[in-house]
Structures are given as structure tokens and as C-alpha cells.
Nanobody, 118 residues
Framework: VQLQASGGGLVQAGGSLRLSCAVS??????????LGWYRQVAGTQREMVAE???????TYADFAKGRFTVSRDNAEKMLYLQMNGLKPEDTAVYFC???????????WGQGTQVTVSS
């Protein structure tokens, strides 16, 4: 499996970014996988940002609710994270993941840096 995240960058507080994750080399159809995003600040644990199920049900961390929107395009094998109202504390490396429903193991992309200036 390959996951290629992109779309990170430097943005001012209050701004927006849209992260993308292209998925390829899957053993099963893309629509059968759970997808999502985590983020990590250097020296801290990776934390969940958002997850989207095979049935398009989205789950968000409290900090992401109302500001971030996760979506998927099964035809294009793409995952997205629309981030609005960004805050300096959103600064982190954002990682996309894919996993089989019901299993805990995730496979990760390489991460994309998001930096929010105050």
C-alpha cells in the first residue's frame, strides 16, 4: 500500500488548507477501507484528527469539530481534510492512514507539514 499526503504549508491563523492523500497499490477495493488523519508534534504522541468509514461516517477529535471536514473520493482513491479557522496549535505533521474495518493496524503515509503562524 502507498499513501501520498500533500497540501501542507504555511498559513496565517484563521486561514485554510486542504490536505490530500492519494492511495494506491491496495489489495482490496478502496471503498472497503477506513481512512483518516492523525497529526503529530515533534516529541509528542500522534493524535487522531478525523476518520471516515466505508459508509462515509466521519468522526472528529474535539479540537477538529466545526473546523475540519474529512472526505473521501472512492472513484479517485483519494482522502481529503479541509481545515478552516486554523490556529497556531494546529501546527503539526499530518499523516493519512488506511485500515481494514474492525482491525487496529493502520498503514501510514509520509506526512505533510502544516504550520500556522500567529
Amino acid at each position: 500500500v502507498q499513501l501520498q499526503a500533500s497540501g501542507g504549508g504555511l498559513v496565517q491563523a484563521g486561514g485554510s488548507l486542504r490536505l490530500s492523500c492519494a492511495v494506491s497499490q491496495l489489495e482490496s477495493p478502496f471503498r472497503l477501507y477506513v481512512l483518516g488523519w492523525y497529526r503529530q508534534v515533534a516529541g509528542t504522541q500522534r493524535e487522531m484528527v478525523a476518520e471516515i468509514s466505508t459508509g462515509y461516517r466521519a468522526t472528529y477529535a474535539d479540537f477538529a469539530k466545526g473546523r475540519f471536514t474529512v472526505s473521501r473520493d472512492n472513484a479517485e482513491k483519494m482522502l481529503y481534510l479541509q481545515m478552516n479557522g486554523l490556529k497556531p496549535e494546529d501546527t503539526a505533521v499530518y499523516f493519512c492512514f488506511i485500515k481494514v474495518p474492525g482491525r487496529s493496524e493502520r498503514q501510514w503515509g509520509q506526512g505533510t507539514q502544516v504550520t500556522v503562524s500567529s
